[in-house]
């Protein structure tokens, strides 16, 4: 399978790379005292269990998905008609057609906007809703703030032998844990779901090794391993965090619900068919497993979208398909009983430019960055149907009506999933920190 990448080739080796590093740093019982000292979870209001987030990595043009604009020039409009969906007087672009026929199932907020232009930090503040403390470049990973991923695994993870956040097919740039640390990690599973030699990592026992001879191994490491752990909480004994990783590894091995949940073969041809044979569609009807199993919360990062050349060609490609899998993704979900408890977000770091240009000397015209306005399509855990939250301009180029910003969108998921988006907590240095700095929802999406 390809990688994609976007126009500071950032691709997902790089992105796996830079999971591995956020990784590092503190100790298990430093995570207890954090827990410990963190103010108590107010109660649950939310009616989300899960969110899947589809991260459209290297930002999704609105213009050519949820926010056209028929009666803008033509170097502005661009090439594909609008067409009409169920709620009258609003519009799509014409690739969209399953979601348009069904936007009574979800809401779309057009009217986000952040100062943030280039992929780390527009990718940093969206992912986090806090906005990166320094400036950063273009291609940088930075994590000055924990992800929503790894908040919803903090706050509402279970110990029921899956790990409480995953990534598919890898971690986007900012979607570590930073200071909440390894345990709130997501767990990253690569490869393509629609091969059919698909097989997870760390979820099954090596080939020859029966269970009994594993347990008899881990048995050994116990006995070996005698070192004495060091139970003053201010240490952060790296050696008890090392344990908490044996841990977490063994659980998984040994989970009959993880070996099932990633059993993607035990769905119908029919029901594969329909989410689409192809990695993305694959990696959603995945992620929709993970959420029968009570995982948290659940990204696909879905790169390239970062479409300064070509767009129209390559999305006459794709977004058919596209719109095809999330339309599948709400639906099995509705008809299964699961929308109510389950948040679908997709959205990317901002939007794309109302002029159409080339970059640097590339054929075909493309779009650039655009952080003053963007689309985002936000589904289940109580959100209502055939809501279209603001507005941008009649040539795209700014949030008009109900501007929004990533605070209010973060603050929001927070609270459908039942999570106080004002909680403070506190870093291992012992500094209190909001989870959003700024607790404001959306009322529209209540």
């Not at 954090?34 to 209001?45: D, G, H, M």
């Not at 939310?46 to 999704?60: E, H, N, Q, R």
Request: net charge neutral.
């Amino acid at each position: 399978m390809s990688e994609y990448r976007n126009c500071a080739g950032v691709s997902r080796r790089d992105c796996l790379q830079f999971g591995l590093s956020a990784m590092a740093g503190v100790g298990l019982t430093s995570l207890l005292r954090l827990q410990a000292e963190a103010s108590p979870t107010v109660a649950r209001k939310g009616t989300a269990k899960s969110c899947v987030l589809i991260w459209m990595d290297g930002g999704p043009t609105h213009f050519e998905t949820f926010d056209p604009k028929p009666d803008a020039p033509a170097e502005i409009r661009g090439e594909f008609e609008p067409i009409s969906t169920k709620l009258p007087g609003v519009q799509f672009s014409q690739h969209m057609t399953r979601l348009a026929g069904m936007l009574d199932q979800f809401s779309v907020i057009r009217s986000i906007r952040h100062d943030q232009g280039n992929h780390g930090a527009g990718n940093h503040y969206m992912m986090t809703g806090s906005p990166p403390r320094i400036p950063v470049g273009c291609g940088a990973f930075v994590s000055f703030h924990p992800s929503m991923g790894s908040v919803a695994a903090y706050e509402l993870g279970k110990d029921n032998g899956l790990p409480n956040y995953f990534s598919i097919p890898s971690m986007s740039r900012s979607g570590g844990p930073n200071f909440l640390g390894a345990k709130y990690a997501p767990f990253v599973v690569g490869g393509d779901p629609n091969s059919a030699d698909f097989r997870v990592r760390d979820v099954a026992l090596p080939q020859g090794l029966t269970e009994d001879h594993f347990n008899r191994r881990t048995d050994l490491r116990k006995l070996v391993d005698r070192i004495e752990r060091i139970n003053d909480p201010a240490a952060g004994d790296p050696v008890g965090g090392l344990d908490e990783y044996y841990r977490q590894g063994y659980d998984l091995i040994t989970s009959r619900t993880a070996q099932a949940a990633f059993d993607i073969q035990r769905e119908s041809e029919k029901v594969r068919d329909a989410y689409g044979r192809n990695g993305f569609g694959q990696r959603a009807l995945l992620a929709r497993r993970l959420v029968e199993a009570g995982v948290p919360f659940i990204t696909i990062n879905d790169g390239g979208w970062d479409h300064h050349a070509d767009i129209f060609p390559t999305l006459r490609k794709r977004l058919p398909d596209w719109d095809n899998t999330v339309a599948t993704l709400i639906s099995d979900l509705n008809d299964r009983g699961l929308l109510e408890s389950t948040l679908v977000v997709a959205l990317g770091e901002f939007g794309r430019t109302p002029a159409i240009s080339t970059l640097n000397g590339q054929k075909g015209a493309g779009r650039d960055h655009w952080a003053n306005a963007m689309s985002v399509l936000i589904a289940g855990g109580g959100t209502p149907g055939g809501v279209i939250v603001g507005s941008t301009d009649r040539k795209g180029y700014t949030a008009k009506e109900r501007v929004l910003s990533p605070e209010n969108f973060v603050s929001t998921i927070y609270t459908k999933l039942g999570i106080d988006p004002g909680k403070i907590v506190y870093t291992p240095q012992g500094r209190p920190t909001h989870l959003v700095s700024d607790a404001t929802t959306i009322r529209e999406l209540a």
